[in-house]
């Protein structure tokens, strides 16, 4: 399991909020028939991800390129 990173909004949402998420994934795998994880999979090649947990750049909180201390 990657590490959390206390500037990412995904490693410190809420536990329900997530969950969620995750039931809300689920239905969209099984109603397209694993469709939208090969289009998931194509994009995640394509953008820049934080090196510490591993989710997108754009989930985190980015002042002038960097991350805040």
Known sequence: MAKK????????????????KKVGNAALIAGTLGGSVVGAKAAKGLRQNCPECGHPITYHEVVDGRFKD
């Open 5 to 20: 990173c206390r500037d990412c909004k995904k490693c410190t949402e809420r536990g329900i909020l997530g969950f969620t």
